[in-house]
Each structure stands twice: as structure tokens, then as C-alpha cells.
């Protein structure tokens, strides 16, 4: 049986869940997701814990605190100032708590997000641009349908 290995290409369903159970994505019931291992579509430590599975396993892993996508980072934590956000979207764009804001990364080619924790009078707004389960655990359960 084929097993997985870096740079390997993979089908595979997967459903990824935060601490409390709350199911983060899935893909069971529906299309497989399609990825190549090492391009980044996963987090650097589930990708670890891939490495060796064989087509066909279907199993869970479990993830420490902050193991998927690192510990949570004070300075992470940012405000952003209204006219940047003008420039960046609609000026008449209002933001309220929990909304999560595409930003491009400077060399115009990505993008990165945050979730918005508080917006002042003055417009202000006072982003969390960690992952939103950074410093959690996570159970990651897949299914390794093909190995390439």
C-alpha cells in the first residue's frame, strides 16, 4: 500500500475540530479535498503527523495546546486605525465583534486575516490576528483515500 511521504500528492476527507467538539471544516458527506503535501494547505504540525499513513487508514489525531497552529501570541493582537481601513475596503464599511477581515499581505500576493474584538467611537478597530485556535487543541480525523 502507498503511504504518505513529503511532497506526496493526496485525496483524502478530513474534519477538523476545536476543543469543545465544534467542527471546524469538513469535508465527509461531500467532495473529497485534494493537496499536496508541504505547499502549506495544512498546518506544518498535521502534516507532520500525516508522514507515514497508509491509503486507506482512516483515523484521529489528537493535537496539544497550541501544537496545529501555535501558541497564541500577545502581539498578535492590534489596532488598526479607521482611515487604513477605509483605503483597505468600502468607507462605508461598518465592522462589528467576531468579524473576520481579509488583509493583503504587502507584497499584494496573499492574504492573511483577523477577527475584530472591538471597534472604538473614533473607528478604530482592534484586531486578533492570531488563528483562531491558536494555542487550543485540535482533533484532526482523516480518511487517506489515494496517495500519489
Known amino acids: 500500500m502507498?503511504?504518505?511521504?513529503?511532497?506526496?500528492?493526496?485525496?483524502?476527507h478530513?474534519?477538523?475540530?476545536?476543543?469543545?467538539?465544534?467542527?471546524?471544516?469538513?469535508?465527509?458527506g461531500g467532495q473529497p479535498a485534494t493537496l499536496?503535501?508541504?505547499?502549506?494547505?495544512?498546518?506544518?504540525?498535521?502534516?507532520?503527523?500525516l508522514l507515514g499513513l497508509e491509503e486507506g487508514v482512516h483515523t484521529t489525531l489528537e493535537l496539544d495546546d497550541g501544537e496545529a497552529f501555535g501558541?497564541?501570541?500577545?502581539?498578535?493582537?492590534?489596532?488598526?486605525?479607521?482611515?487604513l481601513m477605509t483605503q483597505l475596503s468600502d468607507a462605508q464599511q461598518q465592522?462589528?465583534?467576531g468579524d473576520v477581515v481579509q488583509f493583503p499581505t504587502p507584497d499584494g500576493r496573499g492574504q492573511y486575516a483577523g477577527t475584530v474584538i472591538e471597534v472604538r467611537e473614533?473607528?478604530?478597530?482592534?484586531?486578533d490576528f492570531n488563528h483562531p485556535l491558536a494555542g487550543q487543541p485540535v482533533s484532526f480525523e482523516v480518511q487517506i483515500i489515494g496517495v500519489l
Open 2 to 12: 502507498p503511504h504518505v511521504e513529503e511532497g506526496s500528492f493526496l485525496t483524502l
Open 14 to 28: 478530513y474534519r477538523m475540530s476545536g476543543p469543545q467538539g465544534q467542527v471546524i471544516i469538513n469535508t465527509f
Open 36 to 49: 499536496s503535501l508541504g505547499a502549506g494547505e495544512l498546518s506544518p504540525a498535521i502534516e507532520r503527523r
Open 71 to 83: 501558541e497564541r501570541q500577545p502581539e498578535m493582537v492590534q489596532w488598526v486605525a479607521r482611515m
Open 95 to 97: 465592522y462589528v465583534e
Open 122 to 127: 473614533d473607528g478604530a478597530i482592534l484586531f
